[in-house]
């Protein structure tokens, strides 16, 4: 409801979510998800709150969808919009010397990395731990 932020300087970055479930010839359903954005900092925060939504839809979504429904469910599409997707100018020179000037001469698994170990740096965040449990339970609608 955009209506409720006309006046508001900093309105939430994150507008939307729409699932829809589509069941395969083995029975089994895929959830499929948009998530759309006002704004993304593609440097700072974007790829850790990819990981989170990810994160977020089998953990909660899918598994609160098979709880209810006894059908296996696995995630599968995630379509991320952002209308405005940028790098802040305190980010520039450190993506610059991390990447645009790596790409060419950084060989590809220097430039990724595991998701276990991605999964290892979120979890020892303890502000992410803490969101991702408030998500989840304000999904079973105990907050």
Known sequence: MPNLYLDCYDPPCLQSFWYRILEDEERIYWLNCNIRFLSNDAWGVRFMNMFEFIQFNKEVIAAGVAEQTGKTVKPSQLNW??????????DIQAAKERLFDCVGVMPFDERTMLFKMILSAICT?????????????MMRGSE
């Open 81 to 90: 919009q952002a209308d405005s997707y940028h790098i802040y100018g305190k």
């Open 125 to 137: 965040n303890r502000l992410n731990r803490e969101l991702f449990r408030r998500l989840r339970s």
